[in-house]
């Protein structure tokens, strides 16, 4: 079944943070939401859902729950039981609750820059003690610094790690073996894993869920989920927590009471039926399509930016481009590149210090809209 990948939307006066008159008549490369629809079967459950006329408190009820499980199972190999599901209101509130809840003021949380903006963000807000394993770039590919990652696990201070799997913005999906010896690591050094996989279903390598390589591994990891990424539904804000141990989960659920969370989005409820158990074939064609576009800025980059440095893009829709070479200071990057070809990337230097002369781009978009900001950034360059 094909599927239209090729509207063109306007979002302009809709709220989207994306689409904000700071840039207006510019095209923006930079949240990660899609400029695609979602797929036809949400659509049409949503709006189903919106005609009923009830938009009451909801909570994930036995068969939200199967279908979560189902869909694991079915797309990625992994068995977890319906009493692990825990809901949030999104993947970022999961992790400052999840920072609250297994970690005091003072103690640290590594992360490995650049990386997410928010996990940082997390740490600090909440008080604790921001400890860095950057990635190390090793002819031309992102990879883990296991010497450090030991050590600073080693460290009584240092209680949790939180891992971007598959990772933004460098694009790597982390091998079988790499998640092996992070998930051995935490747990011979009892460090709390928090693995943020919400773009687990966009790659072109094959994705490991971290806690379904050994089971052992359930005793020290939270693995984060979401529909959102996957089929364009990040503003209904519900977001699966699977936390198989017992122990975390009723700490983490005791968190969230604090918090005052309460229900998930009601429309979160028939969106998410419908994206598991409707549209994989959707899914395997919006990835296909994020391939095909990264190919189109590959090509791009090797004829017209041959000094510059793109990642390979192994998972999610998010390229990321080293444009140091044009010499122009981080803060002034993307105005530059807004306000000469109309294009608004995101800046790197916000996915911390190894993110500087970066810009990373929202690929997720019509084809013709990315050859047309390519041709605009073409004759600026």
Known sequence: MAYDF????????????????????????????????????????LSDFAQNGFYCYTAPDEKYRSVVCDFMKRRHNWEISPE?????????????????TFTNAGEGVIIQPPVYHHFAQAVTLNKRLLVNNPLVLTDGRYEMNFAE?????????????????????????????????????????????????IHFDITKNPHTVLTSIDKKYNGNTIICTAASKSFNIAGLGTSNIIIANEKLREAFEQMLEIDGYGCINAFSYPALLAA????????????SRIQSNYKILAEFVREYMPEAFLSPLEGTYLAWLNVSALGIEDE??????????????????????????FIRLDIAVPERVLTDALERMKNIL
Not at 84 to 100: L, Q, R
Not at 276 to 287: G, H, K, Q, S, V
């Open 276 to 287: 598991y158990t409707e549209c994989d074939e959707w899914l395997d064609e919006m990835n």
């Open 84 to 100: 692990w599901i825990v809901c949030t209101y999104g993947i970022v509130s999961a992790i400052h609750t999840a920072v609250k």
């Open 6 to 45: 090729s509207f063109v939307p306007d979002r302009t006066g809709t709220g989207s943070i994306k689409w904000t008159d700071e840039y207006k008549g510019s095209f923006p490369f930079s949240v990660a939401d899609m400029e695609w629809r979602t797929a036809p079967a949400i659509r049409k459950a």
């Open 332 to 357: 002034k990057l993307v105005d530059f590149f807004a306000e000469k070809a109309g294009v608004v990337p995101s800046a790197g230097y916000v996915f911390g210090e190894e993110g500087k002369g």
């Open 149 to 197: 990652l030991e050590e600073l696990c080693r460290d009584e201070n240092n209680k949790m790690l939180i891992l971007c799997s598959p990772h933004n913005p460098v694009g790597r999906v982390w091998t079988k073996e790499e998640l092996t010896r992070v998930a051995e690591i935490c747990y011979e050094n009892s460090v709390i894993l928090v693995s943020d996989e």
